[in-house]
């Protein structure tokens, strides 16, 4: 079985990077990974869309993914009805957000149990660890909290990613988040 994820970001928040440390992890659980972007014009702010897939097995689908299981969503702004289109039912929406979880629901124009929707107050947490708006790593405490990847594999990933003292704020970041993230 193949897990599809598709990441919103805007330019310069590290979608791709998380999709790509994502891929890093799942790969050392010993799945097949593939993660790659879809930029439009590339410039800072701009929205983007990452893709990730994990499988038990090679895989062979080479495009963008249309009907993903997990919808990552790393700027609140992006919450629309378009985030979920083509989310598969019963998927999962694991996106950056403090305050009413009900103005989420009215967003994206879904209905309480549609879906499953986990909330991480990452640019909360971001500004407080490392004194910057970039949510990507995050945001990969959703992934952790619903069972994905494992914590050990995304700790990994970031330590081979950044230069240590970067490496242990994102951790530590992860680790907040995952705690502060619940599910609604």
């Known amino acids: 079985m193949i897990t599809e994820i598709r990441w ?3 330019g310069g928040q590290g979608g791709w990077t998380a999709s790509n440390l994502t891929a890093i992890a799942a790969s050392y659980e010993g799945k097949y990974v593939q993660s790659f972007p879809a930029f439009g014009p590339e410039r800072s702010g701009a929205p983007i869309l990452a893709f990730t897939r994990i499988s038990d097995e090679p895989i ?3 495009s963008m993914i249309y009907n993903p299981d ?3 969503v790393l700027d ?3 919450l629309s009805p378009n985030i979920v289109s083509g989310l598969k039912p019963g998927g999962t929406i694991i996106t950056n957000y403090t305050g009413d979880e009900e103005q989420v629901f009215k967003a ?3 209905k309480r149990g549609d879906y499953k929707v986990v909330l991480i107050p990452a640019s909360k947490l971001a500004l407080e660890i490392l004194k910057s708006k970039i949510t990507n790593t ?3 405490a959703g992934l952790v909290k619903i069972g994905l990847i494992k914590l050990e594999s995304v700790e990994k990933a970031i330590s081979e990613r950044f230069s240590k003292p970067v490496a242990e704020k994102n ?3 992860v680790k907040k988040a995952l705690e502060e993230a619940r599910e609604v």
Request: net charge neutral; glycine share 4%.
């Open 70 to 72: 997990i919808v990552v």
């Open 171 to 173: 951790i530590l970041l």
């Open 76 to 78: 609140y702004t992006l």
């Open 60 to 62: 062979e689908i080479h």
């Open 108 to 110: 994206l124009g879904i």
């Open 138 to 140: 995050a945001m990969l």
């Open 8 to 10: 919103h970001s805007r």
